[in-house]
C-alpha cells in the first residue's frame, strides 16, 4: 500500500506560490485541519518539518518566554500531541480542530483562530481556542506566538475515557494469580 501525503511540504512547493501572500498558511493550516491525531501524532511532525524553521521562535500570551529553535518547539509539540493521540486512540475521545483565518495586510504574517473540541466516551466535553500570529520567510514559519487561550468545559478526567475492561484484566493479574 502506498500512503499518500495530506499535505504537500514547504519545501516541494514550487517558489514563485509564494509570490501570492497567504498560500504557505493557507496549505499549512488545512494540512493541520485534514491530520488525524487519533490515528497517529507522527503525521503533525511531518508538517512540523516540513512547514517551520529551524530556527523558528514561539510564544505565547501566558507571559512565558519565547522558545527559540526547531528541536525546543518540537518537544513542546510534543507534550501536547502524545496525550491527544492517547486519548483519542485508546480512550475513544473524539477530536476535532477548525480554524478561521483573520484577514491582515502584511504578506508574510497570518491570524487565525483555533478551535479543539474534545468530546469524551462519557459525553463531557471540552474545548479550547486560541488565537494564531505567524510571520513567514519564504515558504516557512519563522515565528509563531499564540494568544486569547480560552477552555469552556473541565478538563477530562480518567473516568471521561473509554478503555475496555476485557482488556484491563490482561495488564494487571487478579490477586489469586500474584505470588505470595
Known sequence: MIKQNRFLPADHL??????????????LNAS?????????????LEIF???YAED????SGTGEERIHGKARVGSLLLNFLIPLHVMAEIGGVSISIRNTSIPGDVADE???EWT????????????LRWRTFRKWNGPYVIYEHHYDQQQTGGPLTFNDLSFDATNFD??????????S
Open 14 to 27: 514550487d517558489r514563485d506560490v509564494y509570490t501570492k501572500p497567504g498560500i504557505g498558511e493557507q496549505v
Open 32 to 44: 493541520i485541519v485534514r491530520a488525524d491525531i487519533s490515528r497517529s501524532f507522527e503525521e503533525y
Open 49 to 51: 518539518d516540513a512547514f
Open 56 to 59: 523558528i521562535e514561539a510564544s
Open 110 to 112: 497570518a491570524y487565525s
Open 116 to 127: 479543539l473540541d474534545l468530546v469524551a466516551a462519557s459525553a463531557r466535553t471540552c474545548t
Open 170 to 179: 490482561d495488564w494487571f493479574p487478579k490477586s489469586s494469580q500474584v505470588a
